[in-house]
């Protein structure tokens, strides 16, 4: 399949002149050096995360919190280690993969797990701010807190820029 000036990935972009004067391999090591900035960022973020986490068990109110709590922390201690590893496989991905001519497969392949460690990285915090939520107020309005916190990540992390890439794909 061919490859798309734009993304240098098969089947992506619209084949539209970017206005740089790259190689395949200069524009794969440009998305390279993007997408790891990209990924530190969400690694820094779930790895404090993870952190809180993994320290709320030795808590001595630990012992008191509900058994719907107690679940909803497993969920949430699992959902961050899944983050955690999806985040993280961008590095070991490429460590293994560097030397064999792969730049421009292994940038799409890794944008996939990055993107995949951001969906893990939204259920992470929904989950986190149920949990907090229902110990700290104890009320009827944590599920539609948590529920208008979940839209709002949904609206900047995914539907804005979805609907940018829209705009500006029907304005070409």
């Not at 985040?87 to 993969?97: A, N």
């Not at 539609?144 to 609907?163: N, R």
Request: charge should be positive; glycine fraction near 8%.
């Amino acid at each position: 399949m061919p490859r798309s000036p734009e993304h240098g990935a098969p089947g992506r972009g619209e084949g539209a002149d970017t206005g740089r004067h790259e190689s395949p391999e200069e524009r794969a090591d440009r998305r390279w050096n993007e997408l790891i900035q990209e990924v530190r960022v969400a690694q820094m973020g779930v790895q404090i995360l993870f952190g809180f986490l993994l320290t709320v068990v030795f808590a001595p109110r630990f012992t008191t919190i509900t058994e719907t709590d107690r679940m909803i922390y497993v969920v949430t201690v699992v959902l961050g280690a899944a983050t955690t590893g999806a985040l993280i496989g961008p590095v070991t991905f490429h460590r293994i993969v560097t030397g064999r001519r792969i730049k421009p497969e292994t940038v799409v392949w890794v944008s996939r797990l990055t993107l995949v460690g951001i969906v893990l990285l939204l259920a992470t915090v929904t989950s986190a701010l149920l949990l907090i939520l229902r110990v700290a107020l104890r009320g009827t309005a944590v599920p539609w807190v948590v529920a208008g916190l979940f839209l709002w990540f949904l609206l900047c992390w995914f539907a804005l820029p979805l609907w940018v890439l829209r705009r500006y794909r029907r304005g070409r």
